[in-house]
């Protein structure tokens, strides 16, 4: 199973492809972790990748698209998985597709989680993420038991560069005019699902394996 999480900054994409990815056995492959990964690594692409998101734009196509199609092309791909901010704009979809294509495969899913634009930006200075090992929590609605501490390894929680107010409203922008156009993609294809995101976490997810079965 093939499945993209389409969603605004912040709309709960992270949090719901770890839970579907560990439901069905699937990788969770997200390009904004990949490149926070090479940030924290300090190699080149991180660095590059790093003057993009620190002002809320999209790191360039050729950088990610190379990125992606490196990582689906793995062996734990060969059964499927779920796409976690990618793709973002109209080119890196056709990209996906036309990579698809050629294997006689296609993308089973689009999953919309759909959240107001209101609701955002709230959530984003709440969020702490795990140095080590990327878990997300809220400090209000997914507090973690320990405040500032990892449930799962016990390292430092963090607030995101790119989640300051200023940013964030940067990446909304970004979200609505080069985003937001493959909602239209996908349902011309007939794989698109509108979930309701801003509902409690465990009801969203409930939503998506109605749909996923
Ligand atoms: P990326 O890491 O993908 O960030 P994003 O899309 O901006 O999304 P977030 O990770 O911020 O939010 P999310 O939807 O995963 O929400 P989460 O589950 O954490 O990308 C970062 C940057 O990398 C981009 O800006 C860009 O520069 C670059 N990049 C990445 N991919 C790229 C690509 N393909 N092309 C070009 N550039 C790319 O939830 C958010 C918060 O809300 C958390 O605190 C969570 O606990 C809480 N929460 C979640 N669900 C709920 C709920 N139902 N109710 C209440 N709270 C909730
Ligand atoms: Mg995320």
Same mark, same amino acid.
């Given at each position: 199973?093939?499945?993209?999480?389409?969603?605004?900054?912040?709309?709960?994409?992270?949090?719901?492809?770890?839970?579907?990815?560990?439901?069905?056995?699937?990788?969770?492959?997200?390009?904004?972790?990949?490149?926070?990964?090479?940030?924290?690594?300090?190699?080149?692409?991180?660095?590059?990748?790093?003057?993009?998101?620190?002002?809320?734009?999209? +790191? $360039? /196509? &050729?950088?990610?698209? #190379?990125?992606?199609?490196? @990582?689906? %092309?793995?062996?734990? =791909?060969?059964?499927? *998985?779920?796409?976690?901010?990618?793709?973002?704009?109209?080119?890196?979809?056709?990209?996906?597709?036309?990579?698809?294509?050629?294997?006689?495969?296609?993308?089973?899913?689009?999953?919309?989680?759909? +959240? $107001? /634009? &209101?609701?955002?930006? #709230?959530?984003?200075?709440? @969020?702490? %993420?795990?140095?080590? =090992?990327?878990?997300? *929590?809220?400090?209000?609605?997914?507090?973690?038991?320990?405040?500032?501490?990892?449930?799962?390894?016990?390292?430092?929680?963090?607030?995101?560069?790119?989640?300051?107010?200023?940013?964030?409203?940067?990446?909304?922008?970004?979200?609505?005019?080069?985003?937001?156009?493959?909602?239209?993609?996908?349902?011309?294809?007939?794989?698109?699902?509108?979930?309701?995101?801003?509902?409690?976490?465990?009801?969203?997810?409930?939503?998506?394996?109605?749909?996923?079965?």
């Amino acid at each position: 199973m093939k499945i993209i999480m389409l969603g605004a900054p912040g709309a709960g994409k992270g949090t719901q492809a770890k839970m579907i990815a560990e439901k069905y056995s699937l990788p969770h492959i997200s390009t904004g972790d990949i490149f926070r990964a090479n940030i924290k690594n300090g190699t080149e692409l991180g660095m590059e990748a790093k003057s993009y998101m620190d002002k809320g734009q999209l +790191v $360039p /196509d &050729e950088l990610t698209v #190379k990125i992606l199609l490196d @990582r689906v %092309a793995k062996d734990d =791909c060969k059964n499927g *998985y779920v796409l976690d901010g990618f793709p973002r704009t109209i080119p890196q979809a056709k990209v996906l597709e036309d990579a698809l294509n050629k294997t006689g495969e296609k993308i089973d899913y689009a999953i919309n989680v759909d +959240v $107001p /634009d &209101e609701n955002i930006i #709230k959530r984003m200075s709440g @969020r702490r %993420a795990c140095v080590n =090992c990327g878990a997300t *929590y809220h400090i209000v609605n997914v507090p973690p038991k320990k405040e500032g501490i990892c449930d799962k390894c016990g390292s430092e929680l963090i607030l995101r560069d790119d989640d300051k107010e200023e940013t964030v409203k940067n990446r909304l922008t970004v979200y609505h005019d080069q985003t937001q156009p493959l909602i239209d993609f996908y349902s011309e294809r007939k794989v698109l699902k509108n979930v309701d995101g801003t509902l409690d976490m465990m009801d969203v997810f409930k939503a998506i394996t109605n749909i996923l079965g």
